[in-house]
Structure formats: structure tokens, C-alpha cells
């Protein structure tokens, strides 16, 4: 990946009646990202993570664009939530366990890029490391 020109765009999935914050990862952490993706894809599946409720947290989203899309090999559509990430759109969805610790690693960025208040007012606290 072309991590100089090519990034990767999360958003934070809050249901608060506005639009939902996002966290950029660009060059080491854009690789990184990806290379967490690829500890969960084709690894174990699992059945899908429980819907959102409105007022809470659920999860981080990531569409991809065409070209990263194809750098990369991942389905354009790819979220994580409660352990599950998945991937790829409509019936085309699968759901793999989250091998690559993914959702710590967008949680860490999302509090280091300044939305650790609305977590907050979700019930989110940040990761804490033994």
C-alpha cells in the first residue's frame, strides 16, 4: 500500500443525532491497520455482532476506496464491533473473530484523536493495558 497518498478513514459509530466522528490513519498505521485486518479475515468465524441501539456505541466503519480496495484485497466495506469484525457488503457479508485485536487499536486512535469525550458519553472507556 502507498501509505503516502493513500490513508485509511474510520468512523466512530455513535448514535447521538449527529454526523459520527472519524480517525485518519495514514503510513505506519495505515499499514498496520492493515495489517491487523488481515489476523481476521479468513480466520475464525463467528456469527455477527449484535444491532446498534440508539444512544450507544457500535463500533468502527471503514469503506475503503477502489484503488485501496484493490491494493489491498479487502472487501470496500469493513467494520468491528464486540469482537466481530466484518467484512464486505449485503449477502456478501462474513464475520471472522477479531484475531488482530482491531477494535483496541481504533479505539486507541479515536481517544489519541480527540473523541474520547463522546465515547465517553456512550459508555466507552479508554483501553487500558496490563
Known amino acids: 500500500m502507498d501509505t503516502k497518498s493513500e ?4 468512523q ?3 448514535f447521538f443525532g ?8 495514514t503510513g505506519a498505521l495505515a499499514e ?10 479468513g480466520g475464525e468465524p463467528v456469527n455477527a455482532a449484535p444491532p446498534a441501539r440508539l444512544g ?3 463500533g468502527f ?4 476506496s477502489g484503488e485501496l480496495e ?6 470496500a466495506e469493513i467494520s468491528v464491533f464486540q469482537g466481530v469484525v466484518t467484512a464486505g457488503a449485503g449477502a456478501q457479508r462474513k464475520h471472522w473473530r477479531d484475531g488482530g485485536d482491531l477494535v483496541r487499536f481504533l479505539m486507541d486512535h479515536a481517544f489519541a484523536q480527540g473523541h474520547g469525550e463522546l465515547l465517553g458519553k456512550a459508555g466507552v472507556t479508554r483501553p487500558q493495558y496490563a
Open 7 to 10: 490513508g485509511v478513514t474510520a
Open 12 to 14: 466512530v459509530g455513535l
Open 18 to 25: 449527529r454526523s459520527n466522528p472519524e480517525i485518519q490513519l
Open 32 to 41: 498496520e491497520f492493515a495489517q491487523r485486518v488481515r489476523g481476521a479475515l
Open 56 to 58: 450507544f456505541y457500535y
Open 61 to 64: 466503519f471503514v469503506r475503503l
Open 70 to 75: 484493490r491494493q489491498l484485497g479487502f472487501p
